[in-house]
């Protein structure tokens, strides 16, 4: 099996920063794209930012130049660096990975658990 743990959400006063993590372990031979989402109550989970495995990244228009994703894939790990953050930002961030498991097998999409970040005015 494959789970995605993340880490690093709280409180943070409007133009702070956090920086979120998200390790993925078990059974992994390789990671192809990462990506990060977000979710408030009674609304979709929508795409904060994707890393495919060049590095290549697609940011939302709302946070572009505020936030960053990168990836170490020696640890797993996907990051999201966010700064100057704004109210609107308030949601449960989700990270996603898609795993290839064995060499010739099909991947899978998994999904952490979700961390809480609150920005306050």
């Known amino acids: 099996q494959v789970q995605l743990v993340e880490s690093g959400g709280g409180l943070v006063q409007a133009g702070g920063s956090l920086r979120l993590s998200c390790t993925a372990s078990g059974t992994i031979f390789r990671i192809n794209d990462m990506g990060w989402f977000r979710q408030v109550p009674g609304s979709q989970r929508e795409l904060v930012a994707t890393i495919d495995k060049d590095s290549n990244t697609v940011y939302a228009d709302s946070v572009k130049g505020r936030f960053t994703i990168a990836r170490d894939d020696a640890k797993n790990t996907v990051y999201l660096q966010m700064n100057s953050l704004k109210l609107g930002d308030t949601a449960v961030y989700y990270c996603?990975?898609?795993?290839?498991?064995?060499?010739?097998?099909?991947?899978?999409?998994?999904w952490g658990q979700g961390t809480q970040v609150t920005v306050s005015s």
């Open positions: 996603n990975a898609e795993v290839y498991k064995r060499l010739y097998s099909m991947p899978a999409i998994y």
